[in-house]
T-cell receptor
């Protein structure tokens, strides 16, 4: 059974700093991994998706890496801004035909201090 | 292009009552998924439709939950009768190829 862990549960950093969020998963037989952001009372916004064959994906100030063999992914946020404050969720999709369900971590609540 | 929409945004019902949640996927998306987050825990998968067929319903907690997707367009999730532990946020997602899932804003269900 796949389990996804995100540490820390909460993180506060001053504006302008670079930061890294961590995600680990127990079963390396994944199809892909997605990072989402969730603002209070809102839905999930997909930030980056990494295929199992890829090592990293970049979008603007965000960079996500994947080390499938060790069951780890990181989300790097450069030059953080107050608007980055949100909960960040990591989700993995398992391998196997027809298995499209995502397994989520509990998230990291990020606060950027102006 | 409109995103995934869910209705209602918030529902408050008493234990034992029935509630029906609705999800409208992105137009043209054959894949539709239901997830929920209860009691501050992680978001968990409930089921997956491909068009009107249930591809995977391994996450449905019990037979009080009934999901339908008649005509392969919108989907409903009915909880009957509702219990206190059903309180949480119910998310719907859709996908055209199954590659990337796009989520709706969720329905917050409160059972009192």
């Amino acid at each position: 059974k796949q389990e996804v862990t995100q540490i820390p549960a909460a993180l506060s950093v001053p504006e302008g700093e670079n930061l890294v969020l961590n995600c680990s998963f127990t079963d390396s037989a994944i199809y892909n991994l997605q990072w989402f952001r969730q603002d209070p009372g809102k839905g999930l916004t997909s930030l980056l998706l990494i295929q199992s064959s890829q090592r990293e994906q970049t979008s603007g100030r965000l960079n996500a890496s994947l080390d499938k063999s060790s069951g780890r992914s990181t989300l790097y946020i450069a030059a953080s801004q107050p608007g980055d404050s949100a909960t960040y969720l990591c989700a993995v999709r398992g391998g196997g035909f027809g298995n499209e369900k995502l397994t989520f971590g509990t998230g990291t609540r990020l606060t950027i201090i102006p | 292009e409109a995103g995934v929409t869910q209705f209602p945004s918030h529902s408050v019902i008493e234990k034992g009552q029935t509630v029906t949640l609705r999800c409208d996927p992105i137009s043209g998306h054959d894949n539709l998924y239901w997830y929920r987050r209860v009691m501050g825990k992680e978001i968990k998968f409930l089921l997956h439709f491909v068009k009107e067929s249930k591809q995977d319903e391994s996450g449905m907690p019990n037979n009080r939950f009934l999901a339908e997707r008649t005509g392969g367009t919108y989907s409903t999730l009915k909880v009957q009768p509702a219990e206190l532990e059903d309180s949480g946020v119910y998310f719907c997602a859709s996908s055209s190829t199954g590659y990337e899932q796009y989520f709706g804003p969720g329905t917050r269900l409160t059972v009192t």
